[in-house]
């Protein structure tokens, strides 16, 4: 079946350095979402990427969307111990653009060193 | 503006008991759906619910039960806990199941252990 996968699975940072997590689906994603989870928190909705290609950015965080559509990234410059959490990724199962059912990545868990 | 509400936030149950994990939203969304979130496998679908009156089976549907009570009201019902469904559960709603350009707002959380 469809899967989404997503590296590293943890990254340690020292505050100040960037950070990159990578997302891979095994199909042609209609769009790609991203939530951020604090510590004993829930997720929350970061943004979506609907166009080929598509990078948007949020201050130090910068989304891309693949060429393919299969894979997207999160960047972020300069880390600050406030981008601590576990960074998902979640594409619909649906073709055509519908929301389907969303299959989330694992997550990569970011820890920040200050 | 409360979002989604899920009650209770923790739970304890020995195996073989019942319970019923309520969520509401008052988001006036359509589609609502519950997740388990076990460590290192990320967000699993349970059953879901496109809109009032229909519920569908998610990925993981085995041993769980829901009700959608009314438009605003999505329960999850574990008729005889077993210790593989200690998790947390998350309940989340969107504002429709057909839309590409509908998030995920999600509720804090049950922590569920079964011993």
């Known amino acids: 079946g469809q899967q989404v996968m997503q590296i590293p699975q943890y990254q340690h940072v020292q505050e100040g350095e960037d950070f990159t997590t990578y997302c891979n689906s095994s199909?042609?994603?209609?769009?790609i979402q991203w939530y951020k989870q604090r510590p004993g928190g829930h997720p929350v909705f970061l943004i979506q990427l609907v166009k080929s290609g598509e990078v948007k950015k949020q201050k130090r965080l910068t989304f891309q969307f693949g060429e393919a559509k299969k894979n997207s990234s999160l960047h972020i410059t300069a880390t600050q111990t406030t981008d601590v959490g576990t960074y998902f990724c979640?594409?619909?199962?649906?073709?055509?653009?519908?929301?389907?059912?969303?299959?989330f990545g694992k997550g990569t868990k970011l820890s920040v060193k200050p | 503006n409360a979002g989604v509400t899920q009650t209770p936030k923790f739970q304890v149950l020995k195996t073989g008991q019942s319970m019923t994990l309520q969520c509401a939203q008052d988001m006036n969304h359509n589609s609502m759906y519950w997740y388990r979130q076990d460590p290192g496998m990320g967000l699993r679908l349970i059953y879901y619910s496109a809109s009032e009156g229909t519920t569908d089976k998610g990925e993981v549907p085995n041993g769980y039960n829901v009700s959608r009570l009314n438009k605003r009201e999505f329960s999850l019902r574990l008729e005889s806990a077993a210790p593989s469904q200690t998790s947390v559960y998350f309940c989340?709603?969107?504002?429709?199941?057909?839309?590409?350009?509908?998030?995920?707002?999600f509720g804090n959380g049950t922590r569920l252990t079964v011993t």
């Open positions: 199909t042609t994603l209609s769009n």
């Open positions: 989340a709603s969107s504002r429709t199941y057909r839309d590409s350009y509908s998030p995920l707002h």
């Open positions: 979640a594409g619909p199962t649906g073709g055509g653009g519908s929301q389907g059912n969303l299959i």
